[in-house]
């Protein structure tokens, strides 16, 4: 799966976090989790560790992972004959 190169690069995601004070670990921690549960986000979705992180940074994690998003809100459109043979 090849990532969009709209999403921020993993390099920038920890360099925001550290402006903010924080490692990914010591966030992790902080929160309630493991010390490498919030790298998880990092490399693959997960929606609880975007969520925590785009909150520190304080941006939308739409605008730091917006392919992820984007996948997320994908609505299939069906033919309808498919949709009338029911």
Avoid at 55 to 65: L, N, R, S, T, Y
């Amino acid at each position: 799966m090849q990532k969009n190169s709209a999403d921020w690069h993993r390099a920038d995601i920890v360099a925001a976090l550290k402006k903010k004070g924080w490692s990914i670990a010591a966030l992790s921690r902080e929160v309630g989790l493991s010390s490498n549960t919030l790298k998880t986000a990092l490399e693959m979705p997960y929606l609880k560790g975007e969520q925590i992180i785009a909150k520190v940074i304080g941006v939308p994690a739409e605008q730091i992972w917006p392919s992820r998003y984007a996948r997320r809100k994908f609505q299939p459109i069906l033919p309808d004959s498919l949709i009338s043979s029911r």
